[in-house]
Every structure is written in structure tokens, then in C-alpha cells.
């Protein structure tokens, strides 16, 4: 872009300016309140500078660039600013005297460095002429129409102005995503035609690099024109404070799928393959509570080639949940008691709860109205003060009596047997975390009398 204007000071006082300020964004209203750049002739101190605004700072300093020249008042300078995204140069009477590449530029945000153009004068009355914006520029990205079939080295650039691209930081990206290549085929390297495929999966194609093209790797992706069908319905069917389940739905049986691949990663680390599965669900098990994780679900078929990418970002819970067990959520059942009810097991009271009448083991049984994921069980056990009064349990699940009963289907063993519980509390991770309806303590005295006590249960 080209800014020029002619200016001359008619009078002036203390700290006098002009010049033009250009890539303005955010200004309220307040002259200085602006972000954005001023290029200007400073009378005062006979100089040409070039100062960065903010809203926040106003202007900045010390000066981006300055260079020392001789200013009088009622003679018209030629002032004209050249930017090409993070290079200024400003010209007085077509003489290069700023030449300043702001050294934070980041080319993936050029729209940063767009804005208004306008004028300013401090502590003088100015005139200025010819005030002249000139939007036009020299391209050659129409070639990329032609991709991967280029024009030949003598082409012309066409020349644009910024109405071409409506306008707007919107139009500006549409023209450029237009010029996207997005032909079918690879080239002679193996690299698709079709760019899409790469910007779309831009989150793991670093991991394409590592894994699949690398001279050395004993792997080697093979990338054809068929499309691999993704996974559907990507969902975070379940999670705690520890754990995270994953479902979708699969392709089915088409020639383009055999498998999907699952990858996990943590903050701004790189995904690491965690699960090659024929199924349509993943838990992912020992996670950190209160930390967010990134999951990435591809199909793959025969020859290695992955799908476009399905991706999940979710945050573990920051503790355990504890289950709430009464008659509105749950059924009770187990060995009838001595003394005490089921639902003392469950009132976060360790002075109540059950005891039998020489039965030995005992079970408390919790039939749940919906299925619940558990990720970890406590229990209190025994008489407290009792040396005598010793006891182990373990924790089974499943979704029908049948299956409980019978070990068969549905069942699951959740928590081995734990040992050594003397008038305390004790608590165990799963082994396995399910989803079920149907969870049973199962406890047994392992010294002393057959009276089995059991003060409190806890499922989170």
C-alpha cells in the first residue's frame, strides 16, 4: 500500500507534527487513542519519524525510526509511506529517509497490520494536499488456478486493487481460499494436489511427517485418490476426574476402511498414538484431574492412508464425584442385616450402617435407575477399636441380575479383593472402568466372629 500527501506548517508550537497515520484499528474517538502507526515531519526537533500507537500506551516510545532533516514552516513537503506487510519506508520529496521491518511480525496474521488511513497535526495549523491512498498491488496468485501445471517463469503479474477483494478482511480471505490448490492426484513426490486435505488436517500433519514420510521410517504412507472415509458423531460419551470415554460411529464395511487410530495429546505437546481399534468407543484411563485433553479419531485403510481427522477437546472433572445412593436414584438389596438399614451405608455416617447375624460374607447391592461409570469406591469396615474385627471386600458390576449372578455377559470385576480393613476406611481405583447398572460390595470377616459390620459405602 502507497499513503502520500503533501504538507506544510502554516504556524506551529511547542512539539509540532504532521503526517499520516495509517493501519489504524481500534480508535475511539481520542486523538492519540488508536493502534496503529504515524509517519510524520517533526518541526520542532527537525526530524522525520515514524511512532507505533496503542490504546493502551498511546504513543510508544522510543521513536520505530527517525532520521534528521531540516523542516521550515510554508514550504510544501512530499510525505509518502510504503508498506509491504512488516517492511514501512517513508519518503519526503521521493528521498528514502525511514526504512523500518517490524521484527514481530507473524505472517500468519497479516490482518493485523490492515486498518485505516488518515491524518494528524499536533500543536500546529497544517494544510495538506493531494492526499493520495493508493490500493493497488501486483499478483501472481492467479497462477495457482493452474496448479500443479504452473505458467512459465515469463508470466506477468495482474495487477489488483482492494476492491477486488470486496473490501473486507472477509473478502480478502475468500480470494485467497478460491486460489487454494484443490485438484484431484499427487505429484511425483506423493504430495496431494488437493491442499484442503493438508489445511484441514493441519493438527496432526506433523504427525503424517514423523510417522509415514520420513526416509527412514519403516512406514510409508501411501496417499491415492480415493478419499478414506472419517468417523461420525465424534462424542464425549463419559468422563470424571480421571478417566474419558470417546464414541463415534465407524464407516462400516467399505473397501476404504479397515481400522481407526486414536490419538491423545496434552496442552501443546504432539498427539502420540494410544489405541488402534475396530470399535466404535475408547476410554482413555489414568488422566489428571483438572487438565484438558486433546483426542484426534482417524479411519485407515489397507494401504495406511488416514481419513481427515474427527477431534475432541474436553477438560477432566477437578475431583471425584461422589455418587448420591438413596431411593430416588437407586435400589437397595443385599444379606439382611442384624441390625441397621442399607441406606445407613450410604449417609456419610461412620456411627450407623448394618451388621449381620453370623452371615459371612455379606453384599450390598446398588441397581441404579440409569447406568453410572465408576472411578473409584470407598468403604468403612468393622467395628472401630475391634483388633478382632477384620475384613476384605471387592467391588463386581453388570447390567442384569442374570449376568451378576452367573458372571456371563454384561459382568465385570471392578475392584479385586482388598485386604487388612480393621474399623476404617479403604479405598481402591477400578481396574476396569465401566459403565453399569447393577454395582455389588461384596464383604467378607476375615477374623473373629460371623457378624459381618459395615458402616458406609461410597461410589464416586
Known amino acids: 500500500m502507497n499513503y502520500s500527501a503533501k504538507v506544510r506548517f502554516d504556524s506551529i508550537g ?3 507534527t504532521a503526517g499520516l497515520i495509517f493501519r489504524v484499528t481500534k480508535y475511539n474517538g481520542t486523538p492519540g487513542s488508536f493502534n496503529g502507526y504515524y509517519a510524520c515531519l517533526d518541526k520542532e526537533n527537525q526530524k522525520v519519524s515514524l511512532y507505533q500507537y496503542s490504546t493502551e500506551s498511546g504513543r510508544l516510545n522510543p521513536v520505530k525510526a527517525e532520521s534528521s532533516m531540516s523542516i521550515a514552516s510554508g514550504i510544501k513537503y512530499d510525505l509518502k509511506v510504503t508498506t509491504d506487510r512488516n517492511n514501512i519506508k517513508v519518503y519526503v520529496n521521493d528521498d528514502l529517509k525511514l526504512d523500518y521491518t517490524h521484527t514481530e511480525y507473524d505472517e500468519a496474521e497479516t490482518y493485523k497490520y490492515l486498518g485505516a488511513v488518515g491524518l494528524r497535526a499536533e500543536s500546529a495549523a497544517v494544510t495538506f494536499d493531494d492526499v493520495l491512498i493508493d490500493n493497488t498491488a501486483y499478483t501472481y496468485a492467479d497462477n495457482w488456478y493452474q496448479y500443479p501445471n504452473y505458467p512459465n517463469s515469463t508470466s506477468s503479474p495482474r495487477k489488483i486493487t482492494f476492491s477486488e477483494l470486496e473490501s473486507s478482511e472477509e473478502g480478502f480471505h475468500r480470494w485467497w481460499f478460491d486460489r487454494i490448490p484443490k485438484d484431484p492426484g499427487v505429484n511425483s513426490k506423493g504430495i496431494m494436489n488437493n491442499w484442503w486435505g493438508y489445511i484441514m488436517d493441519y493438527n496432526h500433519f506433523d ?3 514423523n510417522d509415514y514420510l520420513k526416509p527412514d521410517s519403516p512406514k510409508k504412507l501411501t496417499i491415492t485418490d480415493a478419499a478414506v472415509p472419517p468417523v461420525s458423531g465424534l462424542v464425549v460419551e463419559d468422563r470424571g476426574a480421571s478417566f474419558i470415554k470417546l464414541s463415534w460411529k465407524n464407516p462400516g464395511n467399505t473397501p476404504a476402511y479397515s481400522h481407526v487410530q486414536v490419538y491423545q495429546k496434552q496442552g501443546s505437546e504432539p498427539y502420540s498414538l494410544i489405541k488402534i481399534t475396530q470399535e466404535n468407543s475408547y476410554i482413555a484411563r489414568g488422566l489428571n484431574p483438572n487438565t484438558t485433553y486433546s483426542f484426534m479419531v482417524c479411519t485407515v485403510d489397507s494401504n495406511g492412508n488416514l481419513s481427515l481427522p474427527s477431534e475432541r477437546r ?11 445412593i438413596n431411593s430416588r436414584t437407586a435400589t437397595l438389596t443385599g444379606t439382611n442385616p442384624d441390625t441397621g438399614t442399607f441406606q445407613a451405608c450410604f449417609d456419610e455416617n461412620t456411627t450407623t450402617g448394618i451388621t449381620t447375624a453370623s452371615i459371612n460374607p455379606a453384599y450390598v447391592q446398588i441397581n441404579f435407575k440409569t447406568s453410572n461409570t465408576i472411578e473409584k469406591a470407598r468403604v468403612f469396615l468393622g467395628e472401630p477399636g475391634d483388633p ?8 463386581e458390576a453388570a447390567d442384569s441380575e442374570y449376568d451378576l449372578q452367573n458372571k456371563t455377559g454384561s459382568y465385570k470385576m471392578v475392584i479385586p479383593e482388598q485386604v487388612g480393613v480393621m474399623g476404617d476406611w479403604d479405598e481402591a481405583i477400578p481396574i476396569n472402568i465401566v459403565n453399569r447398572k447393577i454395582w455389588r460390595f461384596n464383604i467378607k470377616r476375615t477374623t473373629g466372629g460371623n457378624n459381618v459390620t459395615i458402616k458406609e459405602l461410597e461410589l464416586y
Do not use: A, H, P, R
Request: proline share 0%.
Open 14 to 16: 511547542n512539539g509540532s
Open 388 to 395: 478382632t474385627d477384620i475384613n476384605s471386600w471387592y467391588l
Open 314 to 324: 474436553i477438560t477432566t472433572f477437578s475431583d471425584y464425584l461422589k455418587y448420591e
Open 207 to 209: 504427525q503424517y511427517i
